[in-house]
């Protein structure tokens, strides 16, 4: 016979899985996304263009936007605005 505790665990299990699927079909996106950005990103810096700084933020906009992503980012960096190497903001007391 099964007990209560046996179809509690059975349904955390399934919420468990549900849950680590809902993630991944999210998170796949914006890991390809990141990728994808992050070569495109490596190319414009060997080029010479434009030096682009690669930060957390940097990476965080590319995974979201993709390939806009990475556009704003390196037109941000050649207008010296931001993810631009000297593009550091000053503190103010």
Same mark, same amino acid.
């Given at each position: 016979?099964?007990?209560?505790?046996?179809?509690?665990?059975? %349904?955390?299990?399934?919420?468990? $899985?549900? =849950? &680590?699927? *809902?993630?991944?079909?999210?998170?796949? @996106?914006? !890991?390809?996304?990141?990728?994808?950005?992050?070569?495109?990103?490596?190319?414009?810096?060997?080029?010479?263009? %434009?030096?682009?700084?690669?930060? $957390?933020? =940097? &990476?965080? *906009?590319?995974?979201?936007?993709?390939? @806009?992503? !990475?556009?704003?980012?390196?037109?941000?960096?050649?207008?010296?605005?931001?993810?631009?190497?000297?593009?550091?903001?000053?503190?103010?007391?």
């Amino acid at each position: 016979m099964t007990t209560g505790i046996e179809i509690g665990l059975l %349904v955390l299990a399934v919420l468990v $899985l549900a =849950a &680590v699927y *809902i993630t991944l079909k999210v998170i796949k @996106p914006l !890991v390809y996304n990141a990728i994808i950005g992050l070569v495109l990103l490596f190319i414009i810096n060997l080029t010479g263009v %434009v030096e682009v700084d690669i930060t $957390l933020f =940097a &990476v965080a *906009i590319i995974a979201v936007a993709g390939v @806009p992503g !990475v556009v704003l980012v390196a037109l941000l960096a050649f207008l010296g605005v931001a993810f631009a190497p000297g593009a550091v903001a000053p503190l103010v007391f």
